[in-house]
């Protein structure tokens, strides 16, 4: 199973961009990146997926080297609404069928004003 | 958002007590997983399911037992309570048809607490 290791805790200043790396040495051929963000008393939602190279929706860019082994998160000019924890979940397969998901511990971002 | 609903949401019991909590869902995914989350921990997972059924073990599962008799429901089961299970609970759906790439939908949580 892949497993993988963040930054405990990140902070930053408002507007500025914010990168949260993850490192995953043992990805698999088939196994997708997915990050996920978590406010307290909530359960996490869902923010951006990739499998290779560079992928942008309209919060966030994924950047993932051609080794796949590590990834990166980047959140443009962040506000004070984005101090979240972010997780970085790789996809495992598990037996015939199945499809096992674990999280990592999560990085704590804090945004300051 | 996806149709997912966990309960009970709170519930106090008392150690050496079975505990039953119920996930459910109306999107017709696939897979299903139970979670749990501790400070200094994040999410672990328990079990999941990946069909009516099918059922497997994730990186928690002592102590803690699953059932699926049907594509909305998941249960998880704790067939006798102790205070280490004491935690906030999350359930959560993916895929469809043969595909699951990773994209979770959570429920609310259910938070227990053994006494």
């Known amino acids: 199973l892949a497993k993988t290791t963040q930054p405990i805790s990140m902070d930053s200043y408002e507007g500025q961009e914010v990168n949260i790396t993850c490192s995953h040495n043992n990805i698999a051929t088939n196994d997708y990146i997915t990050w996920y963000q978590q406010f307290p008393s909530q359960g996490p939602r869902f923010i951006i997926q990739g499998y290779k190279t560079k992928v942008t929706n309209e919060v966030a860019s994924l950047f993932i080297p051609a080794d796949r082994k590590s990834s990166t998160l980047s959140l443009p000019r962040v506000s004070l609404s984005d101090t979240a924890v972010y997780y970085c979940l790789v996809g495992a397969r598990s037996g015939a069928g199945s499809y096992q998901l674990t999280f990592g511990k999560g990085t704590k971002l804090s945004v300051i004003p | 958002d996806a149709g997912i609903t966990q309960s009970p949401r709170h519930k106090v019991t008392e150690t050496g007590t079975p505990v039953t909590l119920r996930c459910h869902q109306t999107?017709?995914?696939?897979?299903m997983y139970w979670y749990r989350q501790d400070p200094g921990h994040g999410l672990r997972l328990i079990h999941y399911?990946?069909?009516?059924?099918?059922?497997d073990k994730g990186e928690v599962s002592d102590g803690y037992s699953v059932s699926r008799s049907k594509t909305e429901d998941f249960l998880l089961t704790l067939e006798s309570a102790t205070s280490s299970q004491t935690s906030v609970y999350f359930c959560?759906?993916?895929?469809?048809?043969?595909?699951?790439?990773?994209?979770?939908?959570f429920g609310e949580g259910s938070r227990l607490t053994v006494l």
């Open positions: 999107e017709n995914h696939r897979y």
């Open positions: 959560a759906i993916s895929g469809t048809g043969t595909t699951n790439t990773g994209e979770l939908f």
């Open positions: 399911s990946y069909g009516v059924k099918d059922t």
